[in-house]
């Protein structure tokens, strides 16, 4: 099923005295909020546009919690697998499938908005038409979905470089 959506995805990230852990081992590797207690709400707004085999993502992320996020994790999943040779940029870096990137947001002031994200990434195949990207948070430095009913947001990516707003 496709989903053309052009809205604010908010994603709810259990937090209260939020602490950053990391993800996967390495310097550059994301981190994600975690703690318990109060809500924190994330919410991801930007565009997506392809062309060319290439999809780039522009992202600011922000917190609508009354409480500010040490680090999250916002999860940046394609539908067809990437090229294997990819220039992200610091803070994000592949996951184990083929067609998943993970960013750090940094951090974000309570009621605030986060710095921006530009991811672009190569399509292993360089001649598809549409790419759908899901975009969604990570929650308790665990890189699964511990919570499939968790806000998600799906932009459908035509090849035309027009830009999709999210």
């Known amino acids: 099923m496709r989903k053309w959506t052009s809205g604010p995805v ?4 259990a937090a209260a005295g939020v602490v950053a852990g990391a993800v996967a081992a390495g310097p550059a590797a994301p981190a994600v909020a975690v703690g318990g207690g109060t809500g924190l709400a994330l919410a991801y707004h930007g565009y997506v546009d392809m062309g060319r085999g290439e999809v780039n993502v522009r992202l600011t992320p922000w917190n609508n919690a009354a409480v500010p996020v040490a680090d999250a994790t916002v999860r940046l999943r394609w539908s067809t697998p990437l090229d294997g040779e990819q220039r992200l940029p610091a803070g994000c870096q592949r996951y184990s499938t083929t067609s ?5 947001t940094g951090a974000i002031a309570a009621h605030g908005r986060g710095a921006e994200i530009h991811v672009r990434v190569r399509l292993a ?18 890189p699964a979905d511990r919570d499939p009913g968790s806000d998600r947001q799906q932009v459908m990516v035509l090849e035309t470089g027009d830009r999709y707003s999210f």
């Open 100 to 104: 998943v990137v993970l960013c750090r």
């Open 10 to 13: 908010g994603v709810a990230v």
């Open 125 to 142: 195949d360089a001649t598809a038409e549409e790419v759908a990207m899901e975009i969604d948070s990570l929650a308790a430095g665990d």
